[in-house]
C-alpha cells in the first residue's frame, strides 16, 4: 500500500470533511490503481470532474495512479472550454435536458416552468433513471452520491442544495442556463408544451374567484393542466428575471 497526494478545487471540495478542503492531503492508496477509483472512494462522484492532472499532466479517469504522485481534480467546466488537455468525460450535452431522481420532484416542476425539458417519476428506480437518461441523453440530477458514481453514467448534477428554490438557481447557475430561460412555456405537471387559449374555452375548469379575476389562461396540451398568472407565476417571474436566488424558501417550497 503507498499513498498520493490529491487535491480538489473550487466546489468539489464541498464534497469532502472539512479538514481536506482547499488544501493538498495525502492519502493511501494502491499503486496502480486507477484513478477514477481513488478520487470516487473519497466521495466525489464522476459526473463532477472533468479535468485531472496527475503531476502536471492531464490523464483519464483509467490512468494508473503510481506511488508518490501528486494528483489535481477539478469540477466539470460547462460554461467554457479548458483548451487542448484530456478531459474526463464527453463532452457537454449540446441540448440541456435533465432527467431528476425521485426526490427532486418540485424541482422538476420548477424547471420545467423555466423552459427546460425535464423528465420525472415518483416511482422510477435508479436503474430506470439511468436507462432513460442515457436514452434520451439527459443530465441527472441527484442528491444520490452513490448513483453518480455509476460507471454508467456520464452527465450528471449532484444538487447541494434542500430548498427548491434554492436548488433551481444552483442547477441554472451550474450549466450557464440564465441566458437560456423561456418560462411558462413548459407544463410542470408532464413536461409537455403549453399554449395560450381563450377564456370561454376553459372557463368551466377555473374555479370562480380566478374566473373573476383573471383574463389570460394557457392550457398544457398534453395533460391539459389550465395556467394563468396567479401569485405563484408573479413570485417564479421574479426569480427568473432578478437572476439570483432568494433569501430564503416561500411557501411554495413546503
Not at 18 to 43: N, Q, T, W
Not at 121 to 145: K, Q, Y
Not at 241 to 252: H, I, K, Y
Request: aromatic share 10%; hydrophobic share 35%; proline share 5%.
Amino acid at each position: 500500500m503507498g499513498s498520493v497526494f490529491i487535491r480538489f478545487y473550487a466546489e468539489l471540495g464541498d464534497l469532502l470533511a472539512p479538514e481536506r478542503r482547499g488544501r493538498e492531503f495525502e492519502h493511501p492508496f494502491a499503486s496502480g490503481g486507477a484513478v477514477k477509483d481513488l478520487i470516487e472512494g473519497l466521495g466525489v462522484p464522476h459526473t463532477e470532474v472533468d479535468l485531472v492532472l496527475v503531476d502536471g499532466r492531464s490523464v483519464d479517469f483509467r490512468h494508473p495512479v503510481g506511488n508518490g504522485e501528486h494528483v489535481s481534480v477539478y469540477p466539470v467546466f460547462e460554461a467554457f472550454d479548458v483548451g487542448p488537455v484530456t478531459r474526463v468525460r464527453a463532452r457537454p450535452l449540446r441540448q440541456v435536458r435533465f432527467a431528476a431522481d425521485v426526490h427532486l420532484g418540485k424541482l422538476a416542476g420548477y424547471l420545467r416552468l423555466a423552459g427546460f425539458d425535464t423528465s420525472y417519476r415518483n416511482d422510477w428506480s435508479d436503474e430506470d433513471l439511468v436507462e432513460a437518461a442515457l436514452r434520451e441523453h439527459r443530465i441527472i440530477l441527484t442528491r444520490d452520491r452513490g448513483l453518480l458514481m455509476r460507471s454508467a453514467v456520464t452527465h450528471g448534477h449532484l444538487v447541494r442544495h434542500t430548498s427548491p428554490r434554492q436548488q433551481l438557481s444552483e442547477v441554472l447557475e451550474r450549466f450557464d442556463l440564465w441566458g437560456s430561460l423561456r418560462p411558462f412555456t413548459r407544463c410542470s405537471l408532464c413536461n409537455r408544451p403549453v399554449e395560450r387559449v381563450r377564456k370561454a374555452d376553459v372557463i368551466q375548469d377555473l374555479p370562480p374567484r380566478t374566473a373573476h379575476h383573471y383574463e389570460e389562461f394557457w392550457r398544457c396540451i398534453g395533460c391539459g393542466q389550465v395556467y394563468w398568472k396567479g401569485a405563484h407565476y408573479r413570485s417564479l417571474e421574479r426569480l427568473f428575471t432578478l437572476g439570483q436566488s432568494p433569501s430564503g424558501a416561500s411557501s411554495d417550497d413546503r
